[in-house]
């Protein structure tokens, strides 16, 4: 079965930029999604199409591509940003969302 | 306002049975596509099943398939999923998603607060 490849954890300062890689065979031809969770919430999209960003989102968050690990970049991390980050996309032959990263701990120091 | 309400969680024993809706509202329901996905305690986020506009297409994940079984009634603007042979791995919180795509494969761009399963003896 296909699978999306996060690290476990990641620690940055305030004010310092976060970079979250997530890894798959099929990037960048299948669009990747990042999601934000925060302890007892449901979880919120802050990138889609591995470069959009909802309405709503603070500008701080983007998306990039590079071969086949796609990136979710936090510049200027804050406070708030601390929460459990999640991939997800599709294998190469499918439409639905069909896979989930393991998710990465952002902790800010 | 999307909004996405789940009910129908709660304490079953091994071996039971459990049906999960979810309720829409704030939206055209016949325009998406839906998905359930779940979280066990501690635990990474599950994508379990989704289901056309329609409901002419269905897919599971190998983890659910042959015991779970989403549906959908567009008249009603719910969501369903049962769950029959219910293991002790299946306790987590289920959440119910909408599904936008703006080509290409999906997203899940709106989650509903979710319905905690938990099956034990």
């Known amino acids: 079965s296909y699978e999306l490849t996060q690290p476990p954890s990641v620690s940055v300062s305030p004010g310092q930029t976060a970079r979250i890689t997530c890894s798959g065979d099929a990037f960048p031809k299948q669009y990747a999604y990042w999601y934000q969770q925060k302890p007892g919430q449901a979880p919120v999209l802050v990138i889609y199409?591995?470069?959009e960003r909802p309405s709503g989102i603070p500008e701080r968050f983007s998306g990039s591509t590079s071969g086949t690990t796609v990136t979710l970049t936090i510049s200027g991390v804050q406070a708030e940003d601390e929460a459990d980050y999640y991939c997800q996309s599709s294998d190469s032959r499918a439409t639905y969302p069909g896979v989930f990263g393991g998710g990465t701990k952002l902790t800010v120091l | 306002e999307v909004r996405l309400v789940e009910s129908g969680g709660g304490l079953v024993q091994p071996g039971g049975s459990l049906r999960l809706s979810c309720a829409a509202s704030g939206f055209t329901f016949t325009n998406y596509e839906m998905n359930w996905v779940r979280q066990a305690p501690g635990k990474g986020l599950e994508w379990l099943s989704y289901i056309s506009s329609y409901g002419t297409t269905i897919y599971y994940a190998d983890s659910v398939k042959g015991r779970f079984t989403i549906s959908r009634d567009n008249a009603k603007n719910s969501l369903y999923l049962q769950m029959n042979s219910l293991r002790a791995e299946d306790t987590a919180v289920y959440y119910c998603?909408?599904?936008?795509?703006?080509?290409?494969?999906?997203?899940?761009?709106?989650w509903g607060q979710g319905t905690l399963v938990t099956v034990s003896s």
């Open positions: 199409k591995h470069i």
């Open positions: 998603a909408r599904a936008e795509s703006y080509g290409g494969n999906s997203g899940l761009f709106s």
